[in-house]
């Protein structure tokens, strides 16, 4: 999505090399998935700054990417008539993510408390990006008619203070982009819970807008954002031993509305790549009922070509089908079937 020579020659320290890249990049995985008490030292310098901008913020951008591209034409052109505002902007991840993939939007915020990552923020724009689209502040500002993205930083500002902003500037889309973890679901799908009893829709993933039918299980529903990646990115990540290839994410879209979007009985969401055999695709979807569905999709349903990218998918896309019958297990055939691939 990026250039990344560019993002690497922008960074707060440059001069750092791969091996030291990678290993800055370990000690802040380490705190982001397991310690989490001192998130805030992981922002502590410019090197771990760097590290961050070198590792996370290339890759992150793709989930907007995902998300914008399983969205309507219509909702698109709506979101880029709002100003959009990145909470927990970090160095603008979603930030720049958005100002590429909207060209009509008009106004782009970064907003975060650390002052360290809005130097990085504007270094990148500075020497790479040069986007007059663009600005960052240190605090929300109160303006109308906004999106707001919260990008790995609900989990971090905490659930109440994200709902009491929102709450106060009443945006008209709310964008979450988090850990795919279970424990971030659950967080996720208790704003679900609130934001519905307010004015929003729930317009990704969920198909339908009734209870979630993980809510209260132990099981949860992600997306996997499989992405290829540049050579240099690729390298970094395996120094550092980390995966970036297969993202899992915890992706909502919600929408400030009072109408009821026509329902498409046959849509569905999928939520899980089950298993490939020989004859079939096992998937997991999640209907416009809220009910889970196990499907088994024969291959012969489609041309060869299109094998090709299924065998590639991402969890999170829609699809339409219709049922040839039930087979055993609560699994379903599928006879005729739609899906929605870029
Ligand atoms: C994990 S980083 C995410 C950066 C970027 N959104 C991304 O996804 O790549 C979390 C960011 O949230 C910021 N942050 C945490 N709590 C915040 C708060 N209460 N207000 C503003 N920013 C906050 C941190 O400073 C940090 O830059």
Same mark, same amino acid.
Request: glycine fraction near 6%.
């Given at each position: 999505m990026f250039d990344y020579d560019a993002i690497l020659n922008s960074l707060l320290n440059p001069k750092l090399n791969k091996q030291q890249l990678g290993k800055l990049v370990q000690i802040q995985s380490q705190q982001f998935t397991? =310690?989490?008490?001192?998130?805030?030292e992981n922002y502590s310098n410019e090197d771990l700054i760097s590290a961050y901008t070198a590792f996370y913020f290339p890759t992150n951008a793709y989930k907007l990417d995902f998300l914008f591209s399983q969205l309507s034409e219509e909702s698109l052109s709506a979101i880029s008539e709002t100003t959009i505002i990145d909470i927990g902007c970090g160095p603008g991840t979603y930030t720049y993510a958005a100002a590429n993939l909207l060209p009509n939007a008009k106004e782009f915020i970064g907003v975060d408390e650390s002052e360290l990552m809005l130097k990085q923020a504007k270094k990148l724009n500075d =020497? !790479?990006?040069? =986007?007059?689209?663009v600005f960052f502040k240190n605090r929300v500002p109160q303006i109308e008619n906004s999106t707001l993205i919260f990008g790995n930083s609900l989990n971090e500002m905490g659930m109440k203070a994200a709902f009491k902003l929102i709450k106060n500037l009443k945006p008209k889309f709310i964008i979450c982009i988090e850990p795919g973890t279970k424990e971030v679901f659950k967080e996720v799908l208790e704003l679900r819970r609130k934001l519905l009893n307010l004015e929003y829709k729930v317009n !990704?993933?969920?198909?339908?807008?009734?209870?979630?039918?993980?809510? =209260?299980?132990?099981d949860w529903c992600h997306q996997s954002i499989k992405v290829s990646l540049d050579y240099e990115l690729e390298s970094l990540s395996q120094v550092a031993k980390l995966d970036r290839k297969v993202m899992p994410a915890t992706i909502h879209l919600y929408r400030l509305s009072d109408e009821n979007k026509p329902v498409v009985e046959n849509e569905a969401r999928l939520i899980r790549l089950k298993r490939i055999v020989k004859h079939a695709y096992l998937w997991e979807v999640c209907t416009i009922e809220n009910k889970i569905v196990s499907l088994e999709v024969p291959k012969k349903l489609f041309k060869k070509k299109m094998l090709k990218q299924l065998d590639a998918i991402s969890s999170g896309i829609k699809l339409s089908y219709t049922i040839d019958k039930e087979l055993e297990n609560s699994t379903f055939r599928v006879k005729e079937i739609e899906v929605e691939i870029d």
């Open positions: 397991s =310690e989490r008490k001192n998130l805030k =020497e !790479y990006f040069k =986007e007059d689209r !990704y993933p969920c198909m339908g807008q009734g209870r979630c039918p993980l809510q =209260e299980t132990d």
